[in-house]
């Protein structure tokens, strides 16, 4: 199986301001995805993070606003720029990784942004 | 656009039960299907995944069953325990490439001892 940290597992941030989030993976995987699951919502993908290129992003989401980092093959930062409280949401990194014959997708344990 | 429904209310079962939970997709034809359990506070966790051309998958107490007629999945919990209480999500593989995920919106289940 694949662990995954992040960090900061949470914080409360003030309206305006940016917070970088830091996904970090034990295992070399070329694709990471971003996620958000906002209260009382199921998950939304954000983008996908591709080493050694731009991130690619989802429909209603732009770089501007989240901004993606993947310096190396196990690690990457999503950025929430210039906060609102509609961005309250829990942020999750995920990797899928080949077991066997089957792909298996891993959730980082996710970080719980409320802003104000 | 993809959509995908399960059960909106929460489940309630007494422990020893079988419970079951209902995922129906509209305007895709996925290659396979997951299930995930998430526990508050904590990110998804993955389950079991069926492709589509099984029908039932089994996995200890778990049970899933795929039909693509009618585009529907079932996921059973037998012998259902306290444990077992947390939020369950289906998800279909965006374009069967691995990794672009869409959720349903989670059953949320109970099991009362």
């Known amino acids: 199986s694949a662990v995954i940290s992040q960090k900061p597992s949470r914080d409360i941030c003030q309206r305006g301001t940016s917070l970088t989030i830091q996904c970090q993976v034990d295992s070399q995987v070329t694709m990471m995805f971003w996620y958000r699951q906002q209260p009382g919502q199921s998950l939304t993908l954000i983008a996908t993070?591709?080493?050694?290129?731009?991130?690619?992003?989802e429909s209603g989401f732009v770089i501007d606003k989240f901004p993606i980092s993947r310096p190396n093959l196990t690690f990457s930062t999503l950025t929430v720029s210039n906060m609102s409280p509609e961005d309250s949401s829990i942020y999750l990194c995920s990797v899928a990784l080949f077991r066997g014959n089957q792909e298996t997708q891993y959730f980082g344990p996710g970080t719980r942004l409320l802003v104000l | 656009s993809q959509k995908i429904e399960q059960n909106s209310e929460a489940l309630n079962i007494q422990e020893g039960k079988t419970a079951t939970l209902t995922c129906n997709y509209t305007n895709y034809s996925p290659a396979y299907l997951q299930w995930y359990r998430q526990d508050p506070g904590r990110g998804p966790v993955f389950l079991l995944l069926i492709r589509e051309n099984e029908k039932e998958k089994r996995k200890e107490r778990l049970k899933v069953t795929f039909d693509t007629t009618l585009k529907q999945s079932l996921f059973h919990i037998t012998a259902s325990q306290p444990a077992d209480s947390a939020t369950y999500l289906c998800a279909l593989d965006r374009d069967n490439q691995g990794g672009k995920l869409i959720f349903g919106q989670g059953t949320e289940l109970s099991v009362k001892p």
């Open positions: 993070a591709n080493q050694g290129s731009e991130a690619t992003y």
